[in-house]
């Protein structure tokens, strides 16, 4: 009814018959509402209200491209008015200076730390989107980046992280099994909360997490996003055209097994960024640096040794 089924298309989607692009709305609409209910007990206007309106605009967005495949241009350009409109409501979420904690930091002018924040916002969805290319990945970073938030956080906000993590969890026990996709709407919604979530977190008075530690948590995908963006560039296509050429497609390449792909990929966040935490301020977010680039070209130089085999 709604018009929102994934078929394959013997390219790059190559799932057996028609899934329901609605996971999304599965997790958002419970842990939206739920926290609502829990803010409103708390009392008091907080910046995390701007989530709501922001997710849910970006989300219809998402659904009416799982529809209809709206251009790139038109995405985009929701994408900045709502990070914008976010900003605007809450400017306390512009980031005022880089925070590598051990008060270690970078003053930021006003306005340039509003950029900065809306072009890092909408540069993240679209990293998040180009990720959710393989069964579990995309969800299990949200589980993951749900639990760190839900370490950092305090009141309200933690009890937001820990409805994503629950919410994402459930969907993943069907997501591994290709009975539900989180569909464009679902990673552009899913995105939209993650970011503005983990900005309002690492603003929170007493939170022990800083804004540099949250680009640690995102770095992976961001990383694959900008190697997909270059190498399409230098070849003459698009930035953001499709192709198999995405890390999960190498990690499938490479071991094959859809679990055993989302199981390195959930580490290879998870492993730099409990590492960067545990060491702290500049020491930390470098190793967290460090270590996903090393792991993220030990499996580039994993795929095309497989590749490579199977050629031969």
């Keep these: 009814m709604l018009g929102v089924i994934d078929h394959p298309d013997s390219f790059r989607k190559l799932h057996r018959g028609a899934v329901p692009l609605v996971g999304g709305l599965a997790i958002l609409a419970p842990a939206t509402l739920i926290g609502i209910f829990l803010s409103l007990i708390e009392g008091g206007v ?33 994408s900045l008015v709502m990070f914008s409109l976010a900003i605007i409501l809450a400017p306390e979420l512009a980031l005022a200076r880089l925070d590598f904690g051990g008060r270690l930091f970078i003053e930021l002018a006003p306005m340039l730390g509003a950029l900065l924040t809306i072009i890092s916002l909408v540069g993240f969805q679209y990293a998040f989107n180009m990720s959710d290319g393989a069964d579990g990945i995309a969800s299990g970073m949200a589980v993951i980046w749900g639990m760190f938030f839900y370490i950092g956080s ?45 900005l309002c977190i690492a603003a929170q008075p007493g939170s022990s997490m800083t804004n540099m530690q949250l680009v640690g948590l995102f770095l992976l995908p961001v990383v694959d996003c900008l190697r997909l963006i270059v190498t399409r560039i230098r070849a003459g296509r ?71 085999l199977s050629a031969g």
């Design 46 to 78: 907080s910046s995390h209200w701007v989530i709501v309106p922001c997710a849910t605009v970006l989300f219809v967005m998402g659904m009416m491209d799982d529809r209809a495949h709206l251009p790139p241009p038109i995405r985009l350009s929701v």
């Design 154 to 198: 305090t009141g309200v906000l933690s009890w937001i992280s820990l409805l994503m993590v629950a919410g994402g969890l459930v969907f993943l026990i069907f997501n591994m099994r290709r009975w539900i996709f989180l569909g464009d709407s679902g990673a552009y919604g899913m995105s939209a909360v993650m970011g503005l979530l983990g």
């Design 238 to 308: 698009a930035p953001f055209s499709p192709d198999r050429e995405h890390l999960h497609h190498h990690l499938l390449r490479w071991q094959v097994s859809p679990m055993r792909t989302a199981f390195i990929y959930w580490m290879m966040v998870l492993i730099p960024n409990s590492a960067g935490l545990l060491v702290g301020g500049l020491e930390g977010f470098l190793l967290t640096l460090v270590l996903t680039l090393l792991s993220y070209r030990a499996v580039m130089i994993a795929s095309v040794k497989t590749a490579n």
